[in-house]
């Protein structure tokens, strides 16, 4: 273990970083630095949620800025990134389709494949009448057959072909070929990508060892119990179990203030892990995220980093909510500084604040209430919806300053609308 211990604030800073979290992007973005983004994260995780942005494009928008959200579905049919079952349903980059394709095989316990094998086994001659009909006449997608049982099933009402698609896109047969207003078009896998017809699959081992690394990558820094989650790996790792990576020098052992288990970095971040020690690493960015970020998408380790305790509650039942149903944390310079609910009328234009928490042992001044209001501003151009309206907010006190600083000429420029 490094003998110059980190502080909690450097270890945050350092996950930011890893994370594309730490700055304000100065110039406009490019396809490439969204494919770059993907890259960085490893992996983008999918919800079709749409009170404000779909949960993929919000996730880049934070890191990014503003940028056509296209841009997605064009990595997408392009072959520059695929679809799969990870940390949930994510997108992720195309030069890793063989460790996924073949953790999903192998490995990974998810009632998605569980079903899917469930279907195999019981409706074979469908799935290979379906497998046929896209052979003979191209990629297709659920809305291209009709119901004609007249009533919803299970897997969320779905109707049969919808199933038996989403059994062969988790069994491999098939992939999400693009994106059809958010709707999967699925082909064959090997006309999808050609590539996988002559590669073999990397053994389980393998797979393990490479998702442990980037996941330690992707995070920037982390102890090892929070790991497997990232790639919803099992079982859940132990120090003991990171001995040979650290005794290669893959991965660097760091102690971190304040954590009575040790910090693991990878070497690829050896220069970020110095500019952290020496508090070279400086965060100037806010932004609201989205429920499914990689930040905060382990609760374990958000309020272990991050002292922020966050569970998504767009699926727990409206009288049991205390926030809301998609709520979106605001990140301010290197904290989590509060969560606002929000929900973008795009045919109104209103970006509506439902209501907006600052956290405990948050103290929002005039400087980083400007900050946030121009994070707001930001996020609600980018939606369409340049009306921003805040119904309340806690403490309540904070709701007439919130509005002023969102009406004042600074959190214009801000939003880039001088």
């Not at 191209?138 to 049982?149: E, I, L, Q, W, Y």
């Not at 690493?281 to 958000?302: C, G, I, K, Q, Y």
């Not at 119904?391 to 969102?406: I, K, N, Q």
Request: charged share 25%; net charge positive; hydrophobic share 40%.
């Amino acid at each position: 273990m490094d003998d110059q211990p980190l502080t909690l604030d450097q270890a945050r800073r350092l996950q930011l970083a890893a994370q594309g979290l730490l700055t304000t992007p100065r110039r406009k973005a490019t396809p490439a630095d969204l494919r770059q983004c993907i890259a960085r994260m490893q992996l983008l995780q999918i919800d079709t949620i749409h009170v404000v942005a779909r949960s993929p494009y919000l996730v880049l928008f934070s890191r990014l800025g503003h940028y056509p959200p296209a841009w997605l579905d064009a990595a997408l049919a392009q072959g520059e990134v695929f679809e799969t079952w990870a940390h949930e349903a994510c997108f992720a980059p195309m030069a890793d389709v063989g460790l996924h394709r073949s953790y999903n095989q192998q490995a990974r316990v998810h009632w998605g494949l569980k079903r899917a094998r469930e279907n195999v086994a019981s409706h074979r001659a469908q799935l290979d009448a379906l497998l046929a009909h896209i052979d003979a006449h191209g990629p297709v997608k659920s809305a291209h057959f009709k119901r004609t049982d007249g009533q919803g099933g299970g897997w969320w009402g779905w109707k049969d072909e919808k199933r038996w698609l989403e059994t062969l896109f988790a069994t491999g047969a098939l992939m999400v070929a693009r994106r059809d207003k958010f709707q999967r078009v699925y082909d064959l896998a090997h006309r999808v990508c050609p590539a996988l017809a002559d590669a073999p699959l990397p053994d389980a081992a393998e797979v393990h060892a490479q998702f442990v690394e980037k996941a330690v990558l992707a995070l920037g820094i982390t102890q090892a119990r929070w790991i497997h989650d990232y790639f919803r790996q099992k079982p859940r790792l132990k120090d003991p179990d990171l001995d040979a990576l650290v005794a290669r020098g893959v991965l660097r052992r760091v102690d971190v203030r304040g954590w009575s288990s040790p910090g693991y970095v990878h070497r690829r971040h050896a220069d970020l892990l110095q500019k952290a020690l020496e508090g070279r690493l400086r965060a100037t960015h806010t932004t609201l995220l989205s429920p499914f970020d990689p930040l905060v998408w382990d609760r374990e380790r958000a309020s272990a980093l991050w002292g922020f305790d966050y569970r998504i509650e767009c699926y727990t039942p409206a009288e049991k909510r205390t926030y809301g149903y998609f709520v979106l944390p605001i990140l301010h310079r290197g904290a989590l500084v509060g969560r606002l609910d929000a929900k973008a009328h795009r045919t109104q234009g209103v970006f509506e604040i439902k209501a907006l928490f600052t956290e405990r042992d948050a103290t929002l001044n005039d400087a980083a209430l400007q900050a946030v209001a121009g994070a707001i501003r930001r996020c609600a151009d980018w939606h369409g919806t340049p009306e921003v309206r805040v119904r309340r907010t806690e403490p309540a006190d904070l709701l007439p300053r919130l509005r002023a600083c969102l009406e004042s000429p600074a959190s214009l420029i801000r939003a880039g609308r001088s």
